[in-house]
T-cell receptor, first 113, second 110 residues
């Protein structure tokens, strides 16, 4: 039982490059989330998927897209990376929406130069 | 949307002392209040949570209290140990949204 698995753990991009962050959970959770964590700003929601087949914008969605590939997998794509997207990204899942505890992945440290 | 404020931003205590972290929320419809602990370089992990129909919950050395009227909730850690050193995040959620506080860096000095 791996919980929530994120790849890659580290990535350096040049401005304008694109990349996809992968996330998979094996807990049969319905809901999945992508957060970014910046110093002094806590965790801010980028996008979420309440259930398979649905996605919605969070607090800071600009510059990102997501795909809920199936119940297990939820990917985050940066189409044209900018230095402001330098951050630590966490994927999380919960049984059924934000009224249940989240299980987080180990995070991706992204640097855009 | 919901707004969560967390205080203090840093807290330093001696081993064995108690630590208290406080959060306030803005949306009276919020009904679930989890706390997460994040050790340096690690993922946030759920340590305790409370729902709006409960005023207090305890799990060994940690406890959470909720005052719905005042819209604030607190994390209490007793008999602190060096391994309690971490960043603690509070959060508040309604049906479709969870918002996190900015975090409290707790340092327990041996």
């Amino acid at each position: 039982n791996a919980g929530v698995t994120q790849t890659p753990k580290f990535q350096v991009l040049k401005t304008g490059q694109s990349m996809t962050l992968q996330c998979a959970q094996d807990m049969n959770h319905n809901s999945m989330y992508w957060y970014r964590q910046d110093p002094g700003m806590g965790l801010r929601l980028i996008y979420y998927s309440a259930s398979e087949g649905t996605t919605d914008k969070g607090e800071v969605p600009n510059g990102y897209n997501v795909s809920r590939l199936n119940k297990r997998e939820f990917s985050l794509r940066l189409e044209s990376a900018a230095p402001s997207q330098t951050s630590v990204y966490f994927c999380a899942s919960s049984r059924d929406g934000p009224n249940y505890g989240y299980t987080f992945g180990s995070g991706t440290r992204l640097t855009v130069v | 949307g919901e707004n969560v404020e967390q205080h203090p931003s840093t807290l330093s205590v001696q081993e064995g002392d108690s630590a208290v972290i406080k959060c306030t929320y803005s949306d009276s419809a919020s009904n679930y209040f989890p706390w997460y602990k994040q050790e340096l370089g690690k993922r946030p992990q759920l340590i305790i949570d409370i729902r709006s129909n409960v005023g207090e919950k305890k799990d060994q050395r940690i406890a959470v209290t909720l005052n719905k009227t005042a819209k604030h909730f607190s994390l209490h850690i007793t008999e602190t140990q060096p391994e309690d050193s971490a960043v603690y995040f509070c959060a508040a959620s309604i049906v479709s949204d969870m918002r996190f506080g900015a975090g409290t860096r707790l340092t327990v000095k041996p």
